[in-house]
Nanobody, 130 residues
Framework: QVQLLESGGGSVQAGGSLRLSCAASGNPSSRYYMAWFRQAPGKEREGVAVIWTGDGRIYYADSVRGRFTVSLASAQNTLYLQMNSLKPEDTAMYYC???????????????????????WGQGTQVTVSS
């Protein structure tokens, strides 16, 4: 069983920065993929960034590449998302998610797909004003 708890959301002006944290409980070795998603009102949940914990591969959505950085604490108990140069279109509820099984045929695109993830946090709101 994996439990996830996000924190760090808030309100900032465009161009500002925020750092989100996701505290994970349970056996670290059971979290093969850990990711950040976001969902704005009226829109589908979007994969933002993912870490493949087994080999350290990282993938980003095109909309955030170069501005956001995902990282994982060495004990794999905390997932971070450093968000710089924030834009109003980054406004959304941000969720942490995990997959607890190895997927040998997982692709980068699939690992940013919400359907792959069974474990979710409750979300933290990020609001960026212009």
């Amino acid at each position: 069983q994996v439990q996830l708890l996000e924190s760090g959301g808030g309100s900032v002006q465009a161009g500002g920065s925020l750092r989100l944290s996701c505290a994970a409980s349970g056996n670290p070795s059971s979290r093969y993929y850990m990711a950040w998603f976001r969902q704005a009102p009226g829109k589908e949940r979007e994969g933002v960034a993912v870490i493949w914990t087994g080999d350290g591969r990282i993938y980003y959505a095109d909309s955030v590449r170069g501005r956001f950085t995902v990282s994982l604490a060495s004990a794999q108990n905390t997932l971070y998302l450093q968000m710089n140069s924030l834009k109003p279109e980054d406004t959304a509820m941000y969720y942490c998610a995990a997959v607890s099984s190895w997927r040998p045929n997982m692709s980068a695109v699939q690992s940013l797909g919400a359907n792959e993830y069974a474990y979710w946090g409750q979300g933290t709101q990020v609001t960026v004003s212009s």
